[in-house]
Structure formats: C-alpha cells, structure tokens
C-alpha cells in the first residue's frame, strides 16, 4: 500500500527554521520518476502550492529530494507567522498522485 509520511513539523518562533521530510513507500515505479511538490493549508484557506513556484516563500524555503532514499524534503527559513499551516507533500507522474497525511507548522513567539 502506498504510502507518504511526513515529518518535522512543530513549533517554531519567527525567524526560525525547520526541515520537513516526505518518506515514500509502497508507491508504484521509482521514486526519481515523480515530481515532488509541498502544498499547505491555513484553518480557513483553501491548499496552496508552496514549492516549487510559490512567490511567497521565494528565497526563504528550498525544496529537495533523495532518490535513493525515497524521500523529499522542504527546508523553511526565515519563516513568519503566515507560514503556519499543515504542510502536504505530494508525488505525481502520469495518473499516479499520492498524498501524505500532513505535518503541522506553527510559527509564534
């Protein structure tokens, strides 16, 4: 069975960092052939892509991968306040999509 687990999440002041991890298992063909991208949820918002492309985290978040392990990671700098949400790994490549059950990121003094 497929699987995507996330981790790293937690409680972060601002300014502060974090290293979310993505382990995938179970999943149909190799790891290398997905795109790998991290979306978030905000209470009250819908999900939004934050990498690769989002404006919002430019030059703050950089997003990462190791084939050989099966994982993916989002390194978090300089994060703010609007940064927290729970954050979802996602794997796609042709019709195959699999999502992980979220991380929660809290940034607060």
């Known amino acids: 069975q497929a699987q995507l687990v996330e981790s790293g999440g937690g409680l972060v002041q601002p300014g502060g960092s974090l290293r979310l991890s993505c382990a995938a298992s179970?999943?149909?063909?190799?790891?290398?052939?997905?795109?790998l991208r991290w979306y978030r949820q905000a209470p009250g918002k819908q999900r939004e892509l934050v990498a690769p492309?989002?404006?919002?985290?430019k030059g703050r978040f950089t997003i990462s991968r190791d084939n050989a392990k099966n994982t993916g990671y989002l390194q978090m700098n300089s994060l703010k306040p609007e940064d927290t949400a729970v954050y979802y790994c996602n794997l796609k490549w042709a019709n195959n999509d699999y999502w992980g059950q979220g991380t929660q990121v809290t940034v607060s003094s």
């Open positions: 492309t989002a404006d919002s985290v």
């Open positions: 179970g999943i149909r063909f190799s790891f290398r052939n997905y795109a």
